[in-house]
């Protein structure tokens, strides 16, 4: 990088003392991965989008600014103004621009590289490209789980690098990056609250108190992985049964059908609880998760584990016509793969979500794999209405959802379910109609 450079970029960003730790890990300790939780108004997307000019600037490539939605990149970056003005843009010197499109939110520099401001909602648009850097702003918030997975890998590729960014917002992904970071000695971590930065002063802080819950408070100027649990729906249920010994190791018992429940969708997720119910209390042995697959996919999956099924609980959309085939419904589609689905009763949200509660001193839960239905019953809780500083009786759509969702439709339908094992003969008589059907399947020369 040439010295007039230097003095451009240096001189136009003048960081915080606490932002100075950031900059020097990448720039001259020579880290490639760093995750910054600094509390709000602390400056993340100024500092963030100044070391990625300067990386820029350093060394030729494509450089990617993501957000969680690519709407929210031009409210905050491109259209935006900071307090004393200026435009986030103008942290770039005209005469280092060589080409700027509005639309597509990029921008070339005189040198070659590339900067544009997308959205992890997006992430399908950005891989087939070959970053040298990516800055992923309030991470937190990204419901997208292939947008670290699929440039993770790019980014090893190319040596580059990797800043994440945000305030928290309970366990996610973004708790699991900041755990895991703290002991990969390649990665830099760093989180520092509003009483660490002193960057708001104590009178506004009072006045942010008044105007938000605690729970929002705490996660937001106390970075607090744990508050923006609190306000969930399930949270102290799931430590109840965690402190009691009931989230654990959970086996499969072969004795015993296993019987599925799922929340559908197409081009949205798809949840499936796998569970095995006894008398007194219901073991949730497995898991899976996806999207933008077919049916006969989650069919593949569910053949390709060793149970032997008993109920297939549905939502009362599997009977919409959308899956797959636009002339065949959903339950049809099934039926045909060899599933045949039981529609869970009908209830309220409210009243599915209170039904989950009273269920939860029943259920026992599979640490391993059922990690992911952990993080949506953490996770799942109440939306918070900013304007009126008040918890909205509806939950928050978020990637708990499904997860969630697939829960409440599992407890609603335990009375439809039989509890006790099955003799070995039974199984073996269940297994031998799944695979090969019926005797009155077969031509009569084959009968026994």
Known sequence: MSEE???????????????????????????????????????????????????????????????????????????SILIDGRKFLDFIPKELIANENSVEMKITLINGSIIQFQGTDKIENLLSTNPMGVVYSEFAYTNNPLAWVKLSPVLAGNKGWALFISTPNGHNMFYDLYINGKTNPKWFVTKLSVNDTKHVEPDELEEEKKN????????????????????????????????????????????????????????????????????????????????????????????????????????????????????????????????????????????????????????????EKCI?????IENYRKEWDSKNKRYHDHPKRNFATHGASALMYMCLSLDLISSGRTTAEELQDIYAKEMYGTQDEFHPAFRD
């Open 5 to 79: 450079v230097k003095v451009v970029t240096v001189d136009t960003f003048k960081p915080r003392w606490y932002q100075i730790p950031v900059i020097n890990a990448i720039e001259k300790d020579g880290f490639r991965r760093l995750l910054v939780v600094f509390a709000r108004r602390a400056g993340k997307d100024v500092m963030a989008i100044n070391i990625l000019l300067r990386q820029a600037f350093k060394r030729v490539g494509c450089y990617y600014y993501l957000f969680p939605k690519v709407c929210q990149g031009r409210k905050a970056i491109w259209d």
């Open 212 to 367: 938000m819950s605690e729970d929002m408070y705490l996660q937001e100027y106390e970075c607090s992985f744990d508050a923006g649990i609190q306000g969930a729906y399930y949270a102290k249920y799931y430590t109840r049964a965690l402190t009691s010994g009931r989230v654990g190791v959970v086996p499969h018992d072969p004795s015993n059908m296993v019987h599925t429940a799922w929340d559908i969708g197409v081009a949205d997720s798809t949840a499936i609880v796998f569970f095995q119910v006894y008398e007194n209390k219901v073991n949730i042995i497995d898991y899976y998760e996806n999207s933008n697959i077919g049916l006969e996919d989650y069919v593949s999956v569910l053949r390709s584990k060793n149970y032997i099924y008993g109920t297939h609980i549905a939502p009362h959309d599997i009977k919409v016509r959308e899956w797959g085939n636009a002339a065949t419904s959903r339950l049809n589609s099934a039926a045909s793969l060899g599933i045949h689905f039981d529609i869970a009763p009908k209830s309220s949200l409210m009243a599915g979500i209170e039904k989950v509660r009273l269920t939860f001193n029943k259920l026992w839960i599979d640490q």
């Open 372 to 376: 992911d239905l952990i993080k949506c």
